[in-house]
């Protein structure tokens, strides 16, 4: 079972296109800070961080690099 089969298919369900691992659009997310696990695996995933954000909820806003 492919583990990232649900976040692939929220992407796709909210209009991204998967093109052979290729997107045309870029990918960012936002994760919660206090979410330490969540943070860890978006790392190893390759996700990198854009910007911490301080304001309101305290949050990573990050960027997919693939």
């Not at 870029?26 to 995933?45: P, W």
């Not at 854009?50 to 693939?66: D, F, H, Q």
Request: proline share 2%.
């Amino acid at each position: 079972m492919d583990i990232n089969k649900p976040a692939i298919n929220v992407y796709l369900k909210n209009g991204f296109k998967q093109v052979d691992g290729i997107y045309e659009e870029e990918l960012t997310l936002k994760c919660v800070k206090a979410n330490i696990d969540a943070f860890k695996f978006y790392l190893s995933q390759g996700w990198t961080i854009e910007e911490e954000v301080t304001e309101n909820e305290l949050y990573y806003l990050m960027k997919y690099e693939g």
